[in-house]
C-alpha cells in the first residue's frame, strides 16, 4: 500500500520495513508540557488525517503525570492535539514550538531515544526494553507504540501517541515532558540514528535552551532497516556500503542525484531509503536513470517491503527492472531497496556481495 | 591495544566497539565435520598465537555431536586445530577448505548467522537469543562466545569456539556441523552483513555444492558498530551515510582510496570501520589526507573505542586532529571512527547532523 506521505522522521521505521496502513502525516501540535505553540499547520495532505489524527494517553489520570511546568497552555496530555488546538492557524509552512527551559521548574527527568529495530518485539534489543520499563512516560507514532510488548506499555505511566501527527511536535512533546520531571522514552523502529529522532531531539532541546546533559539524553540503538532488510535478502552488505534517502522533504533534489552519481560510479552497496511515494515518483524514476548510467542492467537489487511482518515481500530483480517496480505494490515508503555492486550475485535466492575472501582464499 | 591483524570478518564485531585483548590470526584448520584440509597456514603474525591458536568445544563428549558423515579426516570435534593438524603445510597464501556435500549423508541442520549487537548481553536482539537457544552447536571467535549469557551457552550440545583462528575455517565448520545434521548458530557481534560472515557462509556453501535452502540459511541481524558507537556519540548519522573498512586485506587500497574520493566530496557522513593497524598505518594516514581534500579541518569526528565496554573510550575532535591521533591508544582496528558533514556540528559534547528539519521548521 502507498502512501503520500513523507515520514522522513519515521523513515527508519517500523513501516520501512513493516507496516505500511498508517502514514505520518506531518502536523504540529500545542505542546502539552508547558508549551504555547503560535502555529499548527498539517503540511502533507491525508485522505483519513482528520479521522486518525488525534494524540492518545494511556493514562486516564493525566494530573498524575509531573507534566507542565509553568504552561500558559490550557491543554492536557490526553485529548486531540493534530491539526485541532491550534491558536494561530497561519498556513505558513513553518513550525513553531512553543515551551523554552524558562517555562519549567521541574528538576528534569532523563530523555532516552530508543531504537525498536525491525518491528516486531523479538527484534528489540534487552536495553531496549529495559529502558522503555524504567521510563515514566514513553512518546511514539501510534503504529510503534503497538509494537511495544504489553507487559512494558502497562508498566508505563503514560504512553503519548500520535496517529497521524508529526514528528516535530512529538518529538517536542517528550522533551517538555522531560524537562517537567518525567523519564521519557521517545520510540522509533530501526535505530535513532537513521532517518530518525535523536538529532531532531538534540535540535529542539538546544532550541528551547536546554541541554543534552540536563536531561541525560541517551540513544539506545536498533537494528536499522537495511540491517533487517539485508537479512532477508542473504548477504548483499558485507563490503562498502551507503544510504542514501530519496525522499527531497527535507534534502534538495540535485544533493540527493548528485550523491547517487558519486556512490554508483564506485563499487558501493546502495540501501535506498523512502523510495517512491505518489507526490515525488520522479524521485524514484530519476534514481533509477542515475544508477543505471554508472551499473549494468543486470546487476541484482533486492527489493524488502516489511521485512518480518505479515505484508512482507520480498523480491530479488535486477536493475533494469527496478523503474517499473515503481508502480507496484511492492515499492512504496515502507520499502528499502538494496543495489548490488557489480561483484555481488545472486544464487540460490539470495543476494550475495563478496568481501573478497575469494581473492586470497582457495575454497 | 593495537594489533597487527586485519579481523575483517569480525571487522563489525565485539572488537570493533569492544574488546580489543585478542587478535583474530586468519589461520585455516582442518574441518572437523567430514572433512580433510589439504593446506593450513598462519597467513598473519601474532606473538602469542602459539599458546591461543586452539579451538574448544565445552561438550565432553565429542561422539555426541553428529558430527563427521562420510568424514575421511580423523580429527574429532574438540581439541586443537589451529596450525597444529595440517596435512599439507604448502606454504602458500591460499586457503582450502575441504569437505563437500557429497562426504555427508545425513538430513542437513539449520545454519543460522547471529548477529550479537555492540558486544555486550544487553545490545543482543531477543530473536538472536533465541536462535542460539535453539541451536545444537554454537560457533564463534572465542571472545564473542563469552559474550552470550550463560543460559544460553549451556543449553547448547556444543560450543566451537577459536580463540585465534580465521573466520574462514570457523565458517566452514559451522557449515560442516550443520551438513552433518546439526542446527548450528555462528556468531559475530555487530550486524552478520557488516564486513562480516553472511557473505562467507554463503560462498563456502556454494563451494561445498550445498545450497543455502538445505540448510535453512538465516541471518539474524544485529545492531550493527556503526549504529552503537553513533548512539555514544549522540546523533551524528541522521543523514545519508557510509561505511568504508580501511583494512586493505581483501580490498585494494586503490578502490578504498577511490571510494574515499567519491564520499568525501558528498555530504555524506562517513564511517569508518578497521582504521589503523601497525602494518598499514599508511591507510590511515592517506584516508586523513583525502577526506582533508574535500573537508575542512574543522569538521567534527566522533571516535568509538569500546563502546558500552569496560575499556570504552569516547571522543569528539576535529578532522585537522585525526591523523596525529592513529598514533594513539584510542585508534586501532578495534575503533570506530565518524567523520561529520559539512553541517554537522558539536553541541553540549555530542555530534549532531541535522536532517534538515530546521529548513522547514521553526523551533
Known amino acids: 500500500?502507498?502512501?503520500?506521505?513523507?515520514?522522513?522522521?519515521?523513515?527508519?521505521?517500523?513501516?520501512?520495513?513493516?507496516?505500511?496502513?498508517?502514514?505520518?502525516?506531518?502536523?504540529?501540535?500545542?505542546?502539552?508540557?508547558?508549551?504555547?505553540?503560535?502555529?499548527?499547520?498539517?503540511?502533507?495532505?491525508?485522505?483519513?488525517?482528520?479521522?486518525?489524527?488525534?494524540?492518545?494517553?494511556?493514562?486516564?489520570?493525566?494530573?498524575?503525570?509531573?507534566?507542565?511546568?509553568?504552561?500558559?497552555?490550557?491543554?492536557?496530555?490526553?485529548?486531540?492535539?493534530?491539526?485541532?488546538?491550534?491558536?494561530?492557524?497561519?498556513?505558513?509552512?513553518?513550525?513553531?514550538?512553543?515551551?523554552?527551559?524558562?517555562?519549567?521548574?521541574?528538576?528534569?527527568?532523563?530523555?532516552?531515544?530508543?531504537?525498536?529495530?525491525?518491528?516486531?518485539?523479538?527484534?528489540?534489543?534487552?536495553?531496549?526494553?529495559?529502558?522503555?520499563?524504567?521510563?515514566?512516560?514513553?512518546?511514539?507514532?501510534?503504529?510503534?507504540?503497538?509494537?511495544?510488548?504489553?507487559?512494558?506499555?502497562?508498566?508505563?505511566?503514560?504512553?503519548?501517541?500520535t496517529p497521524m501527527c508529526g514528528e516535530v511536535s512529538r518529538t517536542e512533546e517528550s522533551i517538555d515532558r522531560a524537562l517537567a520531571g518525567n523519564d521519557v522514552a521517545i520510540v522509533g523502529s530501526g535505530d535513532p540514528n537513521v532517518y530518525a529522532l535523536a538529532g531532531l531531539a538534540l535540535e529542539i532541546l538546544e532550541s528551547k535552551g536546554a541541554t543534552a546533559s540536563m536531561v541525560d539524553f541517551e540513544v539506545v540503538p536498533g537494528v536499522p532497516a537495511a540491517q533487517s532488510c539485508a537479512a532477508r535478502l542473504g548477504a548483499p552488505l558485507v563490503n562498502d556500503?551507503?544510504?542514501?534517502?530519496?525522499?527531497?522533504?527535507?534534502?534538495?533534489?540535485?544533493?540527493?542525484?548528485?550523491?547517487?552519481?558519486?556512490?554508483?560510479?564506485?563499487n558501493f552497496t546502495i540501501t535506498i531509503y523512502n523510495p517512491w511515494s505518489r507526490k515525488r515518483r520522479e524521485n524514484f524514476e530519476k534514481a533509477c536513470e542515475i544508477l543505471l548510467t554508472h551499473r549494468d542492467p543486470d546487476t541484482p537489487v533486492g527489493i524488502v517491503h516489511g521485512a518480518g511482518r505479515e505484508d512482507e515481500q520480498v523480491m530479488i530483480t535486477e536493475l533494469g527492472e527496478l523503474e517499473e517496480l515503481g508502480e507496484s505494490e511492492i515499492i512504496d515508503m515502507t520499502t528499502t531497496i538494496v543495489v548490488g555492486t557489480e561483484d555481488t550475485y545472486v544464487w540460490d535466492d539470495r543476494m550475495v556481495t563478496p568481501r573478497g575472501y575469494e581473492t586470497k582464499y582457495d575454497y
Do not use: W
Open 1 to 161: 500500500m502507498s502512501t503520500d506521505t513523507d515520514s522522513d522522521a519515521d523513515g527508519e521505521s517500523t513501516s520501512k520495513c513493516g507496516a505500511s496502513t498508517d502514514t505520518d502525516t506531518e502536523t504540529s501540535s500545542t505542546s502539552k508540557c508547558g508549551a504555547s505553540s503560535s502555529s499548527t499547520e498539517s503540511e502533507t495532505e491525508s485522505a483519513d488525517s482528520g479521522s486518525k489524527c488525534g494524540a492518545s494517553s494511556s493514562s486516564d489520570d493525566s494530573s498524575s503525570s509531573k507534566c507542565g511546568g509553568s504552561s500558559s497552555s490550557s491543554s492536557s496530555s490526553s485529548g486531540s492535539k493534530c491539526g485541532a488546538s491550534s491558536s494561530d492557524d497561519s498556513g505558513s509552512n513553518e513550525k513553531e514550538v512553543g515551551a523554552t527551559i524558562e517555562d519549567f521548574d521541574a528538576e528534569p527527568g532523563q530523555l532516552i531515544a530508543v531504537g525498536l529495530g525491525p518491528g516486531h518485539p523479538e527484534g528489540m534489543t534487552e536495553r531496549a526494553k529495559t529502558a522503555l520499563l524504567e521510563a515514566d512516560h514513553i512518546v511514539g507514532y501510534t503504529t510503534y507504540i503497538e509494537l511495544i510488548p504489553d507487559e512494558i506499555t502497562e508498566q508505563a505511566d503514560e504512553i503519548y501517541d
Open 241 to 266: 556500503t551507503v544510504s542514501v534517502s530519496l525522499s527531497d522533504h527535507l534534502v534538495p533534489m540535485p544533493e540527493i542525484e548528485s550523491r547517487l552519481h558519486s556512490v554508483a560510479s564506485e
